[in-house]
Every structure is written in structure tokens, then in C-alpha cells.
């Protein structure tokens, strides 16, 4: 991993592939992940120029003096400018989503497109909140490592991840090594996180949605309802899959990613 220093002070870890082309596909991992979450697409993805980072307080990143997805957003902002990138097509995975939603409110200059990977505008209820306070609570009370082995096994679909229980296991070792502090302020910052629908609604750009029938996290209706703000929308829904499409529908994704590229290609094109 490369790193570059913010003008926070702050670390920020990202790595490039492929030869450089416009527009650059970005993909910003979920929650309690770092970007080798990506692993499994990225040979499928070699027609393309891809960039990874890992989002603060994971991976090689250190935590931002904010836990906000705002500050995040300009995080990465400021990481696509140091390297004079031209518009990306950001595709951001759950919380990587929701971290994007916050790029193309603040910062719409920068992208050529949004993905949206088994994610969506919506604020938390207040189930969710209740919910990821105790998750806080277990953070604070040191059982980082009960917390994220019980997070996982539900991003699934039953019949994936009782067919591949070692990609489960080493997720869960992935967990395991971020830090409590920074899945903290992720839990914060989801909490925090306000209703952006109407980032869809003025979007300039194009827009895909990507969706699993079987996603516990991001129900199908609420995705299906999301896209309907947008002009311009691509949703994929995906049988049989969960919340990790990168792992249960490996190809599909590669292949969508791939035209979402192209689609903001096109989108371009005087």
C-alpha cells in the first residue's frame, strides 16, 4: 500500500492498478473491512485502472480527527486531488456507500459516477442505532473479537457461507485486526449519518445500484425505493446473494463494474 498525509495530519492508505485510463474505477470498502476486500474482483477488473483505499481508522489508515462520514469523504477528496485523478467512477460497498453518497454531496467535482454496492442513502432507524450502541459497548469493554465474529456470518447467504466457510474465517481474521477505536468511529459515524436522498435526486452523473435478494442489511425494497429518486439509474438485483457481492457473485460484479465504467464513458462523451 502507498500512503499520502492529509492536510489533518492523518495517514491515508490506497493503491493503484493497471495502467492509468479515464475514468479511474475507486472502490471504497464496507465497515469492519480494509480494501483487500476488493482482492477477489480486481484480476476480473484488468481492463480497468483501479483505485483502493482504505478508509480511515482501517487498514493501513489512521483515524481521522472527526468520525464523521463528511470528514471521511474529504479524506479521500483530498487523495484523488494529490494525485490529479480526472472524475472517478466511485463504487462504494455499505458503509464505502455511504462514504461516497458524502463525496458526490460535498465534493461532485471529482466523481464520474456512483455505485452503489449493497448500500443506499437511507439514515439508520432507530433499531439500527440502538443496535450499533451496544456494539460500541461491547468495543469498550474489550470483546472487539466476539463483536466481529458475530458481524459476518450474517452478511451472507445461508447456503454461501455454509459452502465456503473459509472466506468467512478469514473476513472475520480481517475484523479481527482493525482496530477497536476505529470500528468505533465507524459505528459513530454511521449513526450520525443523515437521510441523502436527495444526493440521488440531484445527481449529474450516472448511478447503479447493486443489490442482493437475500441482503439482511439493505433490504431490496429499500434499495428498489432509493433508486426511484435517481434520473439516471442502473440496479442490478442479484438472486441468491447476500451483502457481499464481491465474494457470492464474483463475476457478475466484475462484469457490472466493468459496464458502469463504460456507462460513465459514454456519459461523457461531448
Not at 479511474?24 to 485502472?49: K, M, N, R
Not at 471521511?72 to 494529490?82: C, G, K, R, V
Not at 442482493?212 to 432509493?226: A, F, K, V, Y
Request: hydrophobic residues 45%.
Amino acid at each position: 500500500m502507498q500512503t499520502i498525509r492529509t492536510r489533518a495530519g492523518q495517514t491515508l492508505a490506497f493503491q493503484a492498478y493497471g495502467t492509468p485510463r479515464n475514468p479511474p474505477l475507486l472502490l471504497l470498502h464496507g465497515f469492519c473491512e480494509d480494501s483487500s476486500v476488493w482482492a477477489t474482483l480486481i484480476p476480473l477488473l484488468e481492463e480497468q485502472y483501479v483505485l483502493v483505499a482504505d478508509l480511515p481508522g482501517f487498514g493501513a489508515s489512521e483515524r481521522s480527527v472527526e468520525a464523521t462520514l463528511e470528514a471521511w469523504a474529504d479524506a479521500i477528496a483530498e487523495l484523488l486531488e494529490t494525485l490529479s485523478l480526472p472524475p472517478v467512477a466511485c463504487c462504494g460497498h455499505s458503509l464505502g456507500g455511504y462514504v461516497g453518497l458524502a463525496l458526490a454531496e460535498r465534493h461532485p467535482h471529482l466523481l464520474a459516477g456512483l455505485s452503489l454496492f449493497h448500500s443506499h442513502p437511507y439514515p439508520d432507524s432507530a433499531e439500527r442505532i440502538e443496535g450499533r450502541r451496544r456494539a460500541i459497548e461491547l468495543l469498550q469493554q474489550g470483546k472487539k473479537d466476539l463483536y466481529v465474529a458475530q458481524l459476518f456470518p450474517n452478511l451472507f447467504a445461508p447456503a454461501f457461507a455454509n459452502t465456503y466457510p473459509d472466506i468467512l474465517e478469514g473476513l472475520i481474521a480481517n475484523g479481527r485486526r482493525q482496530s477497536a477505536e476505529g470500528i468505533t468511529d465507524a459505528l459513530k459515524a454511521m449513526i450520525q449519518r443523515p437521510d441523502r436522498h436527495a444526493v440521488l435526486e440531484n445527481l449529474q452523473m450516472p448511478l447503479q445500484m447493486l443489490l442482493g435478494s437475500q441482503d439482511n442489511l439493505i433490504p431490496l425494497e429499500d434499495g428498489l425505493r432509493s433508486a426511484l429518486k435517481a434520473a439516471r439509474v442502473e440496479v442490478k438485483v442479484w438472486p441468491e446473494v447476500g451483502h457481499m457481492g464481491m465474494y457470492e457473485n464474483t463475476t457478475q460484479s466484475a462484469a457490472a463494474l466493468a459496464g458502469f465504467v463504460a456507462d460513465c464513458i459514454l456519459f461523457q462523451a461531448p
